[in-house]
């Protein structure tokens, strides 16, 4: 063999390379996720947003929830014996209120328990998500945050009740027509996300305490990417175990930033069909 032969095969060795990386990494993740589905007893589903390079020039590509994401964890609740429970371990900072609302709503229909996981944060969406089930387990460091609708505006995105308040500060007669249309959507996004919320978790807690936690987490309280610790969450009424499973940080540096070049699925599960989560085995 020739030095240019060699050289060939090397470069054709190397761009195999990251897909080997891959498909190890991969298969190390089902594994986990097998062996957390069955010490849990559960359904298994990972919805984990890092960010990732892509190609040989290393371009950052931010992940957030998105139509693909619904689709799979829908999937994946309808593949699910109504009586086997599901735990959802998510880690990420929002997306598409759609999306999100998607598998809130597939959530809390399950009739099994479904638990949240959540080892490190779950922003926006991902907090929508948590309302949706019946358990938080959270690490006492992970945070969830507000849900306030958020909306575009000259080419940025800005909060709801912030435009809001400009016609509280400002007369209408100097407020732009736009400005008007925006603030009448913001008042109709503001309360169909409250009221999504009061239903997600007034069976949680009494009324009036449903109401105000909706009230909170959808008005503008906060920034939109203000961290909600344990501690608040818990003297909101929003309970949460802190009791985060070992196998699940395990499982999270699984999930390193990649630059394989290839985009990995944001949502894993192991592929049983109905009835026979209870029999997987490692």
Do not use: C
């Amino acid at each position: 063999m020739g030095g240019l032969d060699l050289l060939f095969l090397l470069i054709f060795l190397f761009s195999f390379q990251p897909v080997v990386y891959r498909k190890m990494l991969q298969n190390a993740r089902l594994a986990k996720i097998r062996e957390i589905g069955k010490k849990r007893k559960s359904r298994v589903i990972t919805m984990i947003h890092r960010q990732e390079t892509i190609g040989f020039w290393g371009i950052p590509l931010a992940r957030f929830i998105d139509i693909e994401d619904s689709e799979a964890i829908i999937r994946a609740i309808n593949m699910t014996d109504d009586d086997t429970p599901i735990d959802l371990i998510i880690h990420t900072p929002g997306g598409l209120v759609l999306a999100a609302g998607q598998i809130a709503r597939a959530l809390k229909r399950h009739k099994a328990k479904t638990t949240v996981i959540i080892p490190h944060y779950a922003m926006s969406g991902g907090t929508l998500i948590a309302l949706a089930a019946d358990e938080i387990i959270m690490d006492p460091n992970a945070v969830l945050g507000p849900v306030d609708p958020q909306l575009g505006f000259g080419g940025s995105v800005v909060p709801a009740a912030s435009i809001l308040r400009v016609l509280s500060e400002k007369p209408v007669d100097k407020v732009e027509d736009k400005t008007l249309i925006l603030a009448d959507i913001s008042r109709k996004a503001i309360k169909q996300m409250e009221s999504f919320v009061y239903a997600l978790v007034k069976d949680k807690m009494p009324e009036e305490k449903a109401k105000e936690v909706a009230h909170e987490l959808t008005t503008g309280k906060w920034t939109h990417d203000y961290p909600l610790t344990v501690e608040e969450l818990t003297a909101m009424g929003i309970k949460v175990n802190t009791d985060v499973p070992q196998e699940v940080y395990e499982l999270m540096e699984l999930y390193r930033a990649e630059s394989s070049g290839l985009r990995r699925p944001s949502v894993e599960y192991v592929p049983a069909p109905s009835g026979r989560i209870k029999d997987l085995s490692l």
